[in-house]
């Protein structure tokens, strides 16, 4: 009878303390939330008050609430609205993407062709060490030339961009595979296609994450610089735009948008990566 | 000191091993003048395996003893077809073991489940792969055998979620799963605690007594060793060589209660670890 009640006791214990880490944890997400709040108008009134007593002008530094309406203006305008941010993002964000996929699977077919065959390997190395240690960005005159003014150009800096940190951490990572993994697939005469998609890929699956966080990334910066130079629409096209009439406000606006959109995409790649990818970190005892 | 004089007692038992090794079984396995040479990254050669010879007959539970390096795992990987010997023949129920063969299951030193995989996927995994056959009948012995494993009600659960004990008895049922005649296994449960091992090593012998499967086992315990093997075969360090072959004349099923402190285990792990410390 005594030990039923302590057990009870036990078990009530055990509810309570799991309600009040539950309890503790909520409190310290909000106490970032409230220091992040904090920080934010901390920085905007600092700029504020920067930019009024050192009396800066706006052409070379808005003040916080000309950034805001400049932002406020291409936000509060229709979907298909000329003016708003709308369009040209998303002229901006499509071509990223089509780059980013294209960039992506050829990374992801060569990285595994290079991994998986030594002479594959050692006749491609060479160009891709050369071609990584390029500035990739430099080549973009040249896209230019070959690809117009239009989509194509920026499809293929997004794809030249995305494409080097999906291939290198793909090889990485189905390099990186465990020998006894590969041994067990030996072992039950897996053939080496098997041995691939069961036990290499997998294997590479947060190398190949890893890259594609950073290809999304780059995807968007090749895609802008295509803009830079010579394009009709996008988000590239409202800087330079917002910049020959010195409207900083608005460059300043474009570059917020395209912040967060930045930030967005990462959010996607990671939060994919965590819902496939479960077990990484978890697998080894 | 002790050790020494119970030496002589020790060449009596060995007599009495070849005496009762008449047991009216077929050989499964027979390994003649095996030889391996490795050669190390510096381009020296290590000389592994020399001349082992070693006959297993069905249903025989054989325990490989040894110091680290010598060779046991070098001798269970030419059994598993994953690497080659140098010179000498092997063969299995007959046949030249050239390489994996269906009739070989492996079990490793960690469980070697891939993480990405649920349970049953990873059990499965000998039926997908390499001209394995996904049939129901193999099906229904697989969940069979994850029951007698304790696993039933783990299958869709993930490797991370399971304890260390569970995950090698989900790696023996992987081993399992293609029905082999041979199991065997690299040092199954030396990551796992003392207690948990001790109850490996019974549900072992349970699953190779309900099996009925010819089982070579790696062990350093040599209380593993006398408590799951018909024998115990004790190698020398390198360039690894057979010294001892000894008969476990205990009876099955096997109690840890029992068998520890029993004199024929005494007597046996005297010998055995006369022959380590030689």
Redesign the interface.
């Known amino acids: 009878m005594s030990s039923l009640r302590s057990e009870g006791v036990a078990f009530d214990l055990i509810a309570t303390s799991a309600a009040a880490a539950q309890i503790r944890r909520r409190r310290s997400r909000l106490r970032n939330i409230v220091f992040g709040v904090i920080g934010f108008l901390a920085l905007l009134l600092l700029w504020k008050l920067g930019v009024t007593y050192l009396k800066v002008p706006p052409y070379i530094m808005p003040a916080p609430e000309r950034v805001f309406t400049a932002l406020w203006s291409g936000i509060a305008v229709a979907p298909s609205s000329p003016l708003g941010f709308y369009v040209p993002l998303w002229n901006t964000i499509s071509n990223a993407l089509l780059g980013f996929l294209i960039g992506a699977s050829l990374g992801l077919a060569l990285g595994s062709l290079m991994a998986e065959f030594r002479s594959v390997e050692s006749t491609l190395m060479p160009y891709a060490f050369a071609l990584q240690s390029l500035p990739k960005i430099a080549i973009a005159p040249l896209i230019v030339i070959w690809c117009g003014f239009g989509d194509g150009s920026k499809v293929a800096m997004a794809a030249l961009l995305a494409f080097f940190p999906i291939l290198v951490n793909s090889f990485a990572g189905m390099r990186a595979a465990e020998i006894?993994?590969i041994?067990?697939?030996?072992?039950?005469?897996?053939?080496r296609l098997?041995t691939y998609y069961?036990?290499k890929l997998?294997s590479a699956?947060p190398y190949i994450f890893a890259g594609l966080d950073m290809g999304i990334v780059y995807a968007l910066l090749g895609t802008i610089v295509a803009e830079f130079l010579g394009a009709q629409e996008g988000m590239g096209v409202a800087i330079t735009k917002a910049q020959a009439v010195t409207d900083v406000a608005g460059v300043f606006a474009a570059l917020i948008v395209l912040g967060v959109m930045g930030i967005i995409l990462h959010l996607i790649v990671r939060w994919s990566e965590r819902s496939i990818?479960?077990?990484?970190d978890?697998?080894?005892? | 000191m002790n050790l020494a004089i119970e030496a002589p007692g020790v060449v009596l038992a060995a007599g009495h091993v070849a005496a009762s090794a008449q047991v009216v079984r077929n050989t499964l396995i027979e390994v003649q003048g095996v030889v391996k040479i490795y050669s190390t990254v510096a381009g020296e050669s290590v000389l592994a395996l020399d001349h082992v010879d070693l006959n297993i007959r069905e249903r025989e539970f054989v325990c490989l003893v040894g110091p680290s390096g010598c060779g046991k795992t070098t001798l269970l990987r030419l059994l598993?077809?994953?690497d080659h010997a140098d010179a000498g023949t092997s063969s299995l129920d007959g046949k030249a073991l050239n390489?994996?063969s269906?009739e070989?299951g492996?079990v490793?030193q960690?469980?070697?489940l891939?993480?990405?995989f649920t349970v049953r996927q990873n059990v499965m995994?000998?039926l997908?792969?390499?001209?394995?056959r996904r049939t129901a009948e193999r099906e229904a012995a697989i969940q069979q055998l994850l029951e007698v494993a304790g696993l039933k009600g783990f299958e869709n659960k993930?490797?991370?979620e399971l304890s260390?004990g569970m995950?090698q008895r989900a790696a023996i049922v992987r081993a399992l799963a293609r029905d082999p005649k041979l199991l065997l296994m690299d040092e199954p449960f030396g990551?796992l605690d003392a207690l948990t091992r001790e109850r490996m090593n019974a549900e072992l012998q349970r699953i190779w007594m309900a099996s009925g499967k010819t089982v070579v086992l790696i062990t350093h315990s040599i209380d593993e060793a006398i408590f799951l093997g018909d024998r115990v075969v004790v190698m020398s360090p390198r360039p690894g060589r057979i010294v001892r072959d000894l008969q476990v004349d205990l009876p099955r099923p096997r109690i840890a209660t029992e068998t520890f402190g029993s004199p024929t285990h005494v007597r046996l792990s005297r010998e055995v670890r006369a022959l380590l410390d030689g």
């Open positions: 006894e993994r041994e067990l697939m030996q072992a039950l005469s897996a053939t098997q069961l036990v997998p699956a990818i479960h077990w990484a978890r697998g080894k005892h | 598993a077809g994953l390489g994996p269906p070989v492996v490793f960690q469980s070697n891939l993480p990405w995994l000998p997908r792969v390499g001209g394995g993930y490797p991370y260390g995950q990551a």
